[in-house]
Antibody, heavy 122, light 108 residues
Framework: QVQLQESGPGLVKPSETLSLTCTVS?????????WGWIRQPPGKGLEWIGN???????YNNPSLKSRVTISVDTSKNQFSLKLTSVTAADTAFYYC???????????????WGQGLLVTVSS | SYVLTQPPSVSVAPGQTARISCGED??????VHWYQQRPGQAPVLVVY???DRPSGIPERFSGFNSGNTATLTIGRVEAGDEADYYC???????????FGGGTKLTVL
C-alpha cells in the first residue's frame, strides 16, 4: 500500500509563500499516476488544489488562479506544493493524495497523507 | 462544475442501516466516490466508481448511483462508523473536482 507523508512549516506569514513536500513510499512516482493536493480549513469541507504527473505536467484548481505551483522530483520520490501570497483564508489542513482513474475515466483519491495543518498568521 | 448536495447530518442506532445521499442533476451519468473522515483523521476512500470497495473496506459499505441521487449505504452500523462522509465526482472541464459538503453520521 502506497504511503504519503506531508512535511513543511506549520506557520506562514501573510503575503508569503506556503511550501509543502509530500514524500511517497512503497511506490515509485516515476511509474505513473497523478499526485496532488487537497486542503480542508478546520471544521470545513474539502477543496482540491491540483495535481501533477510524473512527467511534470500539472493542472490546478482555477479558483486558486496562478498562485499554485505543483512540481515533482522523481529522484527523491517527492512532489511539492507552492502557494503564493497567502492570507488567513489559506489556513487549512493540507493533504497529499494519490489519484487513481476508474473505468469511466473518473479520478478519485485512493491514498491520503495524514495531513498537515498550516496556519497563516503574523 | 457540479454542486453536490448532501444532508448535513444523519443519525442511526447501532446495528441499523445508514443511508447518506449525494444529489445533483443527472449525477447518475457520473462516477461517484465516497470518503470517510473520522474525527482528527485524514479522509479514507470507502467506495469508488459508484459501488466498488477498496481492499480492506467492509462489505457493510455499499454505494448506488442513479438519476439525480447517489447513495452511500452503511449496514449494521457500529460506533466506529461515526464520521463525516463526503461524496466526490470528477467532471471534464476547467474545474474538474467537486466534493459534497459532507454529512456527519452520528451513531446514537
Amino acid at each position: 500500500q502506497v504511503q504519503l507523508q506531508e512535511s513543511g512549516p506549520g506557520l506562514v506569514k501573510p503575503s508569503e509563500t506556503l511550501s509543502l513536500t509530500c514524500t511517497v513510499s512503497r511506490y515509485l512516482i516515476s511509474n505513473g499516476y497523478y499526485w496532488g493536493w487537497i486542503r480542508q480549513p478546520p471544521g470545513k469541507g474539502l477543496e482540491w488544489i491540483g495535481n501533477v504527473y510524473h512527467s511534470g505536467s500539472s493542472y490546478n484548481n482555477p479558483s486558486l488562479k496562478s498562485r499554485v505551483t505543483i512540481s515533482v522530483d522523481t529522484s527523491k520520490n517527492q512532489f511539492s506544493l507552492k502557494l503564493t501570497s497567502v492570507t488567513a483564508a489559506d489556513t487549512a489542513f493540507y493533504y497529499c493524495v494519490l489519484h487513481r482513474r476508474d473505468a469511466h475515466s473518473s479520478y478519485y483519491f485512493h491514498s491520503w497523507g495524514q495531513g498537515l495543518l498550516v496556519t497563516v498568521s503574523s | 462544475s457540479y454542486v453536490l448536495t448532501q444532508p448535513p447530518s444523519v443519525s442511526v442506532a447501532p446495528g441499523q442501516t445508514a443511508r447518506i445521499s449525494c444529489g445533483e442533476d443527472n449525477i447518475g451519468r457520473k462516477s461517484v466516490h465516497w470518503y470517510q473522515q473520522r474525527p482528527g483523521q485524514a479522509p479514507v476512500l470507502v467506495v469508488y466508481s459508484d459501488s466498488d470497495r477498496p481492499s480492506g473496506i467492509p462489505e457493510r459499505f455499499s454505494g448506488f448511483n442513479s438519476g439525480n441521487t447517489a447513495t452511500l449505504t452503511i449496514g449494521r452500523v457500529e460506533a466506529g462508523d461515526e464520521a463525516d462522509y463526503y461524496c466526490q465526482v470528477w467532471d471534464s472541464g476547467s474545474d474538474p473536482v467537486a466534493f459534497g459538503g459532507g454529512t456527519k453520521l452520528t451513531v446514537l
